[in-house]
């Protein structure tokens, strides 16, 4: 009976036969690994950009989000748990869509990118790679939704096939991600410079928590890192929390909370720091970090101004906003 | 006067237990081995299953594989387990 | 008090605690036998992707 380690993710679960790994679907049969939702999501839409959220990356467009069961996280406030937290047996539905099927049904709908989402498609990173690698062939792009516990090695194999990624830095407090999420810190910290070195379009969401996460100095500490390990026009989106799963006992988390949070980053240097899931708050639009004319307005996920140049400016002060506004800006002009 | 009733502890002796409350007894404590043995086999495997895998309803897996509703396609980045991450895991355990 | 009413206390007392134990320990071993067995799980719903709403609204997030 051979057992095998998997060398995904920074847990290193070593699975004896007939078992699965803690993300419980990568599962080991004849001592072999096997991605047991590979070509099988259990959840597909189709989603505006904004709603990953991705808000310098293709603004407006539809992007085709698809999800399988598994997460090698087990966050206490987890919103997708029914999906996350269960393996690929417990699911009532899955569809059959293997990677070119995939890729054909997200161009037939007119999507021109496709996002790998809801639970974290780390777990199901065979289903991504090759999906994404016959995305590129038809132009369209590969957004990666995840909390970024990734080890170095499959994740530098994946930016090559990766476009943009918004990644979870879900406190800046090793002892938060054990109790809450049950991970660790420097593994995310160091997942994210990779993607950084690797020149994926890169967007970080904090969700602030009330009286586990919203310290004003952890926001500092985590601004000032993001500023200095990943650069001053990187997003940040701060979301508010809603009570959900096995963390019911907190309230939302008040405005001004996420107001004060946003002060902080942009008095550490962030250029473009967002207030999520606050529906008409300003700072869900974007603003020209020089003179501050308002480039893209948004309510929720619609966009209702948008004044971008064709190359990515401001257009009255001409400062470069940075982000990939086009898709010919990742495939050139269409032939 | 009152008389007190003297007990002469040299003469008393113990309860007066039936057969048949013997065999009452021994089969509560029966039952109370049963559960015990049931809730620490329980805790061994939960404990073995929160060191790092999880045991999986392995004949419904089969069953949907079979039916081509989930997949057997071989993961990449794993290793067949050393001796040594074995043990330090507790995966030569089996469920 | 009388001493008879001390001697025909006790005995009577333990049967009926010792016939209580033992009655409780005969529903614990018949359980088993009365549970029902947990149901089959459903097969899962192949969803076929020519009927599928790509747009339907959705609280998944992310």
Redesign the interface.
């Given at each position: 009976?051979?057992?095998?380690?998997?060398?995904?993710c920074p847990?290193?679960?070593?699975?004896?036969e007939?078992?699965?790994?803690?993300c419980?679907i990568?599962?080991n049969?004849g001592?072999?690994?096997?991605?047991?939702?590979?070509?099988?999501p259990s959840?597909?839409?189709?989603d505006p950009m904004e709603?990953?959220p991705l808000y310098h990356f293709l603004p407006g467009t539809p992007v085709?989000?698809i999800?399988t069961a598994g997460c090698n996280l087990h966050c206490l406030n987890c919103?997708?748990w029914q999906?996350s937290q269960r393996?690929?047996?417990?699911?009532?539905?899955?569809?059959?869509?293997d990677p070119p099927?995939l890729v054909r049904?997200a161009k037939d709908?007119g999507c021109r990118s496709i996002a790998y989402?809801?639970s974290d498609p780390i777990v199901f990173?065979?289903?991504v790679?090759d999906s994404a690698e016959r995305a590129h062939a038809e132009r369209l792009a590969n957004c990666f939704?995840t909390a970024a516990y990734i080890?170095e090695?499959?994740l530098r194999k994946l930016c090559r096939v990766i476009d943009a990624v918004?990644a979870d830095l879900k406190a800046f407090d090793d002892g938060f991600y054990r109790r809450v999420n049950g991970a660790t810190l420097k593994p995310v910290l160091d997942a994210l410079v990779t993607m950084r070195e690797e020149g994926v379009w890169l967007e970080v969401t904090n969700l602030v928590i009330p009286t586990l996460n919203d310290d004003p100095a952890m926001i500092r500490r985590l601004a000032r890192w993001v500023h200095d390990e990943l650069g001053a026009g990187t997003p940040l989106h701060f979301s508010r929390f809603q009570p959900q799963y096995r963390m019911r006992n907190l309230p939302p988390t008040p405005v001004e909370t996420l107001d004060r949070a946003r002060r902080e980053a942009k008095d550490a240097g962030l250029e473009h720091v967002y207030v999520g899931n606050v529906l008409g708050h300003a700072g869900n639009s974007t603003y020209c970090p020089n003179d501050g004319t308002l480039l893209i307005g948004r309510v929720g996920f619609m966009i209702t101004h948008y004044a971008l140049t064709a190359d990515g400016r401001c257009p009255s002060c001409n400062e470069p906003i940075p982000g990939v506004w086009r898709s010919a800006d990742l495939f050139g002009d269409e032939p | 006067m009152y008389q007190l009733r003297k007990i002469d502890l040299r003469q008393s002796r113990l309860p007066n237990i039936h057969n048949r409350e013997l065999r009452f007894l021994a089969l509560v404590l029966a039952t109370c081995c049963l559960i015990a043995l049931q809730l620490g086999e329980n805790l061994r495997l939960q404990g073995l299953a929160g060191s790092g895998w999880r045991t999986v309803d392995l004949p419904a897996l089969q069953r949907r594989i079979d039916a081509g509703d989930l997949s057997d396609h071989e993961a990449t980045w794993y290793h067949p387990a050393t001796e040594q991450e074995r043990r330090a895991s507790g995966a030569g355990q089996q469920p | 008090m009388t001493t008879e009413s001390h001697r025909s206390a006790g005995p009577t007392a333990r049967r009926r605690i010792l016939r209580l134990l033992g009655g409780l320990a005969t529903l614990g071993l018949a359980l088993p036998w009365l549970k029902r067995p947990a149901p089959e799980p459903l097969p899962p719903q192949v969803l076929s992707l020519r009927e599928a709403d790509f747009y339907r609204p959705h609280d998944l997030a992310g």
């Open positions: 009976m051979t057992a095998v380690t998997c060398e995904l847990r290193g679960c070593v699975i004896p007939g078992g699965a790994g803690d419980r990568r599962v049969l001592g072999r690994l096997r991605a047991t939702t590979y070509g099988r959840a597909v839409h189709i709603k990953k085709f989000s999800a919103q997708n999906l393996g690929g047996e417990e699911m009532e539905e899955v569809y059959r869509l099927e049904v709908e989402t809801y990173y065979e289903y790679f939704i080890n090695r499959p918004n | - | -």
